[in-house]
């Protein structure tokens, strides 16, 4: 069983730019969040996808979107970039997108550097 | 989202057993209580949940208050693996997505 992916490990952008990071869902799981982590805090909810269609999204501003393929592989692209962007973004996949009782598997995640 | 409140670090000898405490005052009846927990450079990671009843699994043990108002993280004896960041969150079944909304956690240290 193929544990969940993200790539590239790490990514150095400038201001204004754009980014695309992507994850692999563990095999058989149908639900992928996003999550940023600024150093020292702990992660705070972006969004989640289920079935291709965002499901839920946390306070985060519209540059910031997403997509979910049918093999459930999932990217989050954020436009515009600012300095403040800069963070660990986690991916999780889970089994359900709602059951309160059910297991998110993280990524090992992308660290972000906006200069 | 309920609100839970930990300590901000906690320090253990290895071998020796620890208990991670979490406050939920605001829990309700149908929030279940998750814990996770974060090693250095890596993301989090499941260890355990429970509703009402107290629960066992390979990793740790999870004590629930009758009450439900506090819970405790058991690991029985630690090792310096278990030198992490410790998360308790409250999961709510009643939203339409499963978000787990993260606190500052617990930073355990774990002595040699």
């Known amino acids: 069983e193929t544990g969940v992916t993200q790539s590239p490990t790490h990514l150095i952008k400038t201001r204004g730019q754009q980014v695309t990071l992507r994850c692999s869902s563990q095999?058989?799981?149908?639900?992928v969040s996003w999550y940023q982590q600024a150093l020292g805090q702990g992660p705070q909810f972006i969004f989640q996808?289920?079935?291709?269609?965002?499901?839920g999204r946390g306070n985060f501003p519209p540059r910031f979107s997403g997509l979910q393929f049918p093999n459930y592989s999932s990217e989050l692209n954020v436009n515009a970039l600012e300095l403040d962007d800069s963070a660990l973004y986690l991916c999780?996949?889970?089994?359900?997108?709602?059951?309160?009782?059910?297991?998110?598997?993280f990524g090992p995640g992308t660290r972000l550097t906006v200069l | 989202d309920a609100k839970t409140t930990q300590p901000n670090s906690m320090e253990s000898n290895e071998e020796e057993p620890v208990h991670l405490p979490c406050n939920h005052s605001?829990?309700?009846?149908?929030?279940?209580i998750h814990w996770y927990r974060q090693l250095p450079s890596q993301g989090p990671e499941y260890v355990i949940h429970?509703?009402?009843s107290n629960v066992n699994n390979r990793m740790a043990s999870l004590a629930i208050a009758e009450d439900r108002k506090s819970s405790t993280l058991i690991l029985h004896r630690a090792t310096l693996r278990d030198a992490a960041v410790y998360y308790c969150?409250?999961?709510?079944?009643?939203?339409?997505?499963?978000?787990?909304?993260f606190g500052q956690g617990t930073i355990l240290t774990v002595h040699p």
């Open positions: 969150i409250l999961r709510d079944p009643g939203t339409s997505y499963g978000k787990l909304t």
């Open positions: 095999s058989g799981h149908n639900t």
């Open positions: 999780a996949s889970s089994w359900s997108r709602a059951r309160s009782g059910d297991t998110q598997y």
């Open positions: 996808y289920y079935r291709e269609e965002e499901n």
């Open positions: 429970g509703l009402t």
């Open positions: 605001t829990i309700s009846g149908t929030d279940y």
